[in-house]
T-cell receptor
């Protein structure tokens, strides 16, 4: 099992540019989460998918952020246009069926917006 | 859970000494409890979990935690730490099977002094 795979590991971009973060969950997991981690706010849930359907996007900061899950093995988080305050580590996590199954995290994408 | 409190942002401890990382939560319903560990530049990984049954839970790397319902606590302990335990530790709470949300503590950085 390769675990949750995120790409890229690091992204440096200029303000105003579009950024796309990618995630491949663990095969067979039907829940997918996008988190953002910063020193100031800790771990924040951005969006939650269940069976490829967005269930809760209340954590998405604003309309500049969007997420898709076109199939069970791929998800993207897009920021357009990016701003310096979006600089953070973005994590994707997946979970198997079963309400108390633990989350499995990817190694994250460190985004720096200059 | 309405909140999860990790009172110590940092815990320095000498190598081979015991350590306890504290976690308290507030909730009026049954909960599932988790400890995750984050090594530098990595995602979070599950250390241990309490779902039901015995209140003393053993995890990976020699860690254990005890669920205390009356005190709403789930403190993490290790009898003898190693330099490789240097990491940030997160306590998380989920309220029941149907609630996908994890409420996260702010994290505790464990600093091992040689």
């Amino acid at each position: 099992d390769a675990g949750v795979i995120q790409s890229p590991r690091h992204e440096v971009t200029e303000m105003g540019q579009e950024v796309t973060l990618r995630c491949k969950p663990i095969s067979g997991h039907n829940s997918l989460f996008w988190y953002r981690q910063t020193m100031m706010r800790g771990l924040e849930l951005l969006i939650y998918f269940n069976n490829n359907v967005p269930i809760d996007d209340s954590g998405m900061p604003e309309d500049r952020f969007s997420a898709k899950m076109p199939n069970a093995s791929f998800s993207t988080l897009k920021i357009q246009p990016s701003e310096p305050r979006d600089s953070a580590v973005y994590f994707c996590a997946s979970r198997a069926t079963g309400g108390n199954s633990p989350l499995h995290f990817g190694n994250g994408t460190r985004l720096t917006v200059t | 859970a309405q909140s999860v409190t990790q009172l110590d942002s940092q815990v320095p401890v000498f190598e081979e000494a015991p350590v306890e990382l504290r976690c308290n939560y507030s909730s009026s319903v049954s909960v599932y409890l988790f400890w995750y560990v984050q090594y530098p530049n990595q995602g979070l990984q599950l250390l241990l979990k309490y779902l039901s049954g015995s209140t003393l839970v053993k995890g990976i790397n020699g860690f254990e935690a005890e669920f205390n319902k009356s005190q709403t606590s789930f403190h993490l302990r290790k009898p003898s730490v190693h330099i490789s335990d240097t990491a940030e530790y997160f306590c998380a709470v989920q309220e029941g099977d149907s609630n996908y949300q994890l409420i996260w503590g702010a994290g505790t950085k464990l600093i091992i002094k040689p």
